[in-house]
Structure formats: structure tokens, C-alpha cells
């Protein structure tokens, strides 16, 4: 219950495309749906994140679609360039559970955009 | 405004070897928390703590420790080395424990134990 399933491990695509990445949820006591971007030798970094009291929240080109029946959510990426390169991580967490302890992150996925 | 810092960037330990794994933020956050990151495996919580005297166990703390003395610097330890404890380890900084809060991150410590 307490596990964020997270797909593709990898993916590529070239300029201009976009990339989906899907994560899935069991615990129904999560309410927060944060994603964070990592680039090579740093650390990760928030870069957007959703409520299930709303189905899709845009920020750039960056979008979480989220459907709380399906106990899914994705993040799409418009109009995608070579410096979006970087591994992204889903995560969810319950909004009062006491500390960021009960942060769940999936295990990533690596993307990679070809010129 | 530096955030979180760590150090060292890398370091080469021997098995049964100890070490001092180094975070401070300078953000006066209270929340700060230890991952590690294997490949393809995502972040682990090892430690966190939620103000200076105060320290609770993650998902996985079996061979570390750590201390919080002040609300600035948060060490992870490292008693007996052990080859599975070769990871990436980052330290993070949140404002609060609420969820909305986001976590901040040093740049890591690339461990390796041989």
C-alpha cells in the first residue's frame, strides 16, 4: 500500500516530442503528488505537483494528468527539448502525515531528448 | 544563498571504515532528511528530523546514525562500512512537515565501499 509504481524505467524520444511518464498509487490516504526532475550530478528538484481535487494542472510545458478513480498519474512533457534531459521521479505523500518522512518516491525514469 | 550543501562530493571507503557524511542549509529550515539513491531503485529514507534535538528512523537506517544539534546541520554516520552502504546520498531540507512543502536538495555524496 505504501508503493509508487513508476513506467517507463527509460525512455526516449526525439525534439518536439512528448514524453509521458505514468506513475500508479495504492493507498488512498495520499493527497499529494509531487514530481521531481534530477540532472546528472545533482540533486532532484520540485518541478510540479497536483491535488487529486483536480484532474490536470499545467505549468509550461510541463503537465500532471491525474485520475484519482484509477489511482493514476502522469506527467506529460510538450514540446520537448534536449535540456529536459534528466531521470524524473513521481512521489506521493499524505498531507498531514507528520514530516516529508512520508514521502513515497518512484524509482525514476531516465529520458533523454535527441536533437 | 548556497541551500543545502554537502560534503565530501566522493569518497573511497574500505569495508569496517567509518565516516562522517556532512549536510548543512543555511534556509533555517526545521525539517532535514537523509535519501540514498541506488540505480534504478529511486530514493530511500534513511533518517530525518523534524528540529535540532529531535531525530527519527526512515525506511532504511540500519547502519547509519545521526545527530541534530543545531537547526543548520544535520551529519549522517557511518559506523562499519559495509559494500552494501555504495550509494549516492543526498541531503534534504523541507519548511515543514506539510506535504505541500517542498524538499530542497544538496547535490550528494557519491560513496563507495570496497
Known sequence: QQQVKQSPQSLIVQ????????????????????????????GPALLIAIRPDVSEKKEGRFTISFNKSAKQFSLHIMDSQ???????????S???????????FGKGTKLSVKP | NAGVTQTPKFRILKIGQSMTLQCTQDMNHNYMYW???DPGMGLKLIYYSVGAGIT???EVPNGYNVSRSTTED???????????????????????GVSNSPLHFGNGTRLTVT
Open chain 1, 15 to 42: 525534439k518536439g516530442g512528448i514524453p509521458i511518464i505514468n506513475c500508479a498509487y495504492e493507498n488512498t490516504a495520499f493527497d499529494y503528488f509531487p514530481w521531481y526532475q534530477q540532472f546528472p550530478g545533482k
Open chain 1, 82 to 92: 534536449p535540456g529536459d534531459s534528466a531521470t524524473y521521479f513521481c512521489a506521493a
Open chain 1, 94 to 104: 499524505k498531507r498531514y502525515g507528520g514530516s516529508q518522512g512520508n514521502l513515497i
Open chain 2, 35 to 37: 535519501y540514498r539513491q
Open chain 2, 56 to 58: 527519527d528512523k526512515g
Open chain 2, 74 to 96: 544535520f551529519p549522517l554516520r557511518l559506523e562499519l562500512a559495509a559494500p552494501s552502504q555504495t550509494s549516492v546520498y543526498f541531503c534534504a531540507s523541507s519548511a515543514s
